[in-house]
């Protein structure tokens, strides 16, 4: 038996100890199988770049689980995507990449594929098991559901998560130190999220929560409002910017800064047609969408309120690689080696789809069928330690739209 594994997508808290995971539940349960990595993603499954574990590696599984990152390398490649995979030299010109990709699996004798990656990583390798199973190919593919974002249906909690707001929580607690080096700062804080506010919301909320462990002078010299939250704006919610600037204009009087969090995806649809209607082409990667790097939320949303809040200084730093880059934190680990458990036993049994929390089965871990996972599945702005947060920082919550300006 021959078992392949992909990580796809951008880096997350959670590829190297999915692999880990992996190798050890198939020490156990299939010890005498072939386990094999095709080197950056679904790119190295069109070239056929591929590593094979040697039981030196096997037997040191747990030293995955210590590292960030992917030790196979990612990509980020579409497979139905033809036009970008020949630009790419992934595939000859009038090649199919999904006949490409199924025909490597075959000629390495691959009985089972497992992809870690978000909802595009596992979008296509939905597409890519459909096309095996209408063209008669026996080969079992079972994700596992990675992404910072949190948001892919319906997986109740996304492996990485967890971590990526941990870490960006810790980031901003550095950065806030900033707020000492003039009068009347605006620091902001942009976090990852394109759709979805999950990660901008939990790590606002992690570094609110972590202020009350400081001990703080009674005083204004060293007074926890000057180093807190004062607003997390994320795509679910609208950004009423006229109010929000009267709020947040008080609060620099009262404490000399501002200290904002926003995620990458706020707004950008204002931003994007604002840059559109002078002319800008803001250009799109393989998967549709925006390239956030050219937006550049935070940069934009800096220089709308610099002058509106009498900022002296403005400083836009963002968390995503710092975020993206560690090692799972003690609660991811559990949720990985869980996923892995399930994803291993699902394909030794011959059963594709995506090892995951299931929100429709009560949270309950199981492979979720392929044809339901999808992305886009938006924060849930009802939760509780979301309103506790935005009562604490006197945000008021707003209603679901975009930016009202």
Not at 75 to 102: F, H, W, Y
Not at 269 to 295: C, M
Request: aromatic share 8%; glycine share 10%; net charge negative.
């Amino acid at each position: 038996m021959r078992i392949a594994f992909l990580t796809a997508g951008g880096i997350a808290p959670c590829l190297s100890a999915s692999i880990g995971g992996l190798i050890e539940q198939y020490n156990r349960l299939a010890p005498d199988a072939d386990l094999m990595g095709y080197l950056n993603g679904y790119q190295g499954l069109l070239t056929g770049k591929n590593y094979h574990f040697p039981q030196s590696v096997r037997d040191q599984a747990e030293v995955f689980y210590n590292f960030g990152g992917s030790p196979i390398g990612n990509s980020r490649v579409k497979l139905t995507n033809i036009e970008d995979c020949v630009k790419r030299g992934l595939v000859q010109e009038g090649e199919n990449p999904l006949e490409v990709a199924a025909r490597r699996l075959q000629d390495d004798k691959i009985d089972i594929l497992h992809t870690i990656g978000g909802d595009d990583t596992n979008s296509t390798a939905a597409d890519l098991a459909h096309y095996l199973q209408e063209n008669g190919y026996d080969l079992t593919v079972v994700g596992l559901p990675k992404t910072i974002d949190n948001d892919v249906f319906p997986i109740a909690q996304t492996l990485g998560a967890w971590t990526a707001a941990h870490q960006s929580a810790r980031f901003f607690r550095n950065v806030a130190n900033e707020n000492t080096t003039s009068s009347r700062q605006l620091i902001i804080h942009e976090v990852m999220g394109r759709n979805c506010g999950w990660l901008t919301a939990r790590a606002a909320y992690e570094y609110h929560e972590s202020l009350h462990r400081y001990d703080w002078l009674p005083d204004a010299l060293l007074h926890q409002l000057r180093w807190d939250v004062d607003a997390a704006w994320i795509p679910e919610l609208e950004i009423d910017l006229d109010a929000e600037v009267e709020r947040l204009h008080r609060m620099m009087d009262e404490h000399d800064s501002v200290n904002l969090f926003i995620s990458e995806g706020a707004g950008v649809d204002v931003i994007v047609h604002e840059k559109e209607s002078k002319g800008e082409t803001v250009a799109k990667d393989a998967f549709g969408h925006y390239r956030l790097d050219d937006v550049n939320v935070g940069k934009w949303f800096g220089e709308q309120l610099k002058e509106k809040l009498g900022a002296e200084k403005v400083l836009v730093q963002k968390s995503g690689y710092f975020a993206r880059s560690a090692a799972p934190n003690d609660d991811d680990l559990d949720l990985i080696k869980a996923s892995c458990a399930q994803a291993a036993k699902s394909a030794l049994e011959k059963v594709s789809g995506v090892a995951g929390l299931d929100e429709d089965q009560g949270g309950q871990m199981r492979t979720i069928e392929f044809p339901r996972i999808k992305g886009g599945k938006p924060f849930d702005t009802d939760e509780e330690w979301f309103n506790k947060l935005l009562g604490e920082i006197g945000q008021p919550k707003g209603q679901p739209a975009t930016v009202n300006h």
